[in-house]
């Protein structure tokens, strides 16, 4: 199995939130696989799978493009390893956190971090990110990231029910982590491996979920290398 | 088994989302009960349950307070019945969607239809209605529903990710309706009972599915008595 990610200049740094997703739930289910670092301009790699963008997932004759397919994938062709959602209403609930993951999280951190990202890329990826990014934002990535004191306080309102969730409980998915909970670490992984800044600071509940989180698998996301 | 409930000046109008909640899992579990309605000011009438507010749920020699906490010892005692959360994944992704319509519809919802909830209940209750929610709003009832046209898009902007899951899939829960999509329900429910105002109109995919919600259980929802 052969995992297609997203890395740095430094090609051991691996930070995309997307790829951290399915190498969670690859730990998860306690499978071992390959990974094939590629540069956002290494798309010929992956071709087969028809996606653009990592993750890719090639196993045996099936190249699986996008995150969450991936995840679908996983759990389907494993069924006798660990369950990523538990059944049918775990895995209808896991879309909803994605989504959320997605559109808040992602989007939340995505202009406090963009100037780290561009700085953890080669050359030629960082002029390509910069371009496209800066694009997107309306604006530099500098300017974005002069406002992000702001910005994480706008995200940490708007992760109000993840930490209230989290009070009651170690995990997202309970006593023990599980895909939902993958989803929404995937993105804290990405800003943690590129940026000095943390989007958390003064979140006492939600930190501790994120230590916890990044110590699970033998320290998976704690111990990986950082571009910072 | 009997249910505490909230009723409007028509005792034939429940309205609470939080009570809508666990009529939706008694459905879904297939559980007979008895509605008590109260008031507000009939809190006697539950004491033993230590609950100052309702829903309260009195099985045997069990009572129970918190519409979560019915849940659970629903899901608990009644294991054989049909699973509100398909497992402890599920239980604990429900957890957030809980805390996502608590924090995010019921509060986003309140201000737009509180006016409408003081027209619907008796004088009595009215009044302490009154009195309590314009101290938590700061602003008067009226004041509130002035704004609610622009508070109606700012709630369908934070209900972005879960539209998003719903052109996905019919339920929050996937292919089938569980508990993740009753914690959601609850909230629209009250508000469809006692407001002629729409919080998602042009939205529509949150309409069909919100449709698909209200037509469960023979028209549970759909056919309630409404105080409008």
């Given at each position: ?111 406090m ?32 990231a002069?406002d992000r004191a702001?910005a ?77």
């Amino acid at each position: 199995m052969k995992l297609y990610e997203l890395c740095g200049a430094d090609r051991a740094v691996c930070f995309s939130p997307f790829v951290w997703r399915v190498r969670l739930a690859l730990a998860h289910k306690g499978l071992a696989y390959e990974a094939v670092p590629t540069r956002f301009r290494d798309k010929d790699a992956y071709a087969p799978s028809g996606s653009r963008t990592v993750p890719v997932l090639h196993d045996g004759d099936a190249w699986v493009g996008d995150s969450w397919a991936i995840a679908q994938y996983l759990e389907d062709t494993y069924p006798d390893r660990p369950s990523l959602f538990g059944g049918a209403p775990g895995r209808g609930m896991a879309r909803f956190v994605a989504r959320f993951a997605d559109r808040v999280v992602v989007r939340g951190l995505f202009p406090m971090i963009a100037v780290d990202v561009a700085a953890a890329l080669d050359d030629a990826d960082a002029a390509y990110f910069r371009n496209s990014r800066e694009a997107a934002l309306g604006r530099t990535l500098e300017q974005a990231a002069e406002d992000r004191a702001a910005a994480r306080d706008a995200l940490q309102a708007r992760l109000a029910p993840l930490a209230a969730t989290l009070k009651d409980q170690p995990f997202v998915c309970g006593d023990e982590p599980a895909h939902g909970d993958y989803l929404l670490a995937g993105p804290f992984a990405w800003a943690h491996l590129v940026s000095p800044f943390d989007p958390l600071a003064g979140d006492a509940v939600l930190c501790d979920w994120r230590a916890r989180m990044f110590a699970l698998f033998d320290d998976l996301i704690g111990g990986a290398r950082r571009a910072v």
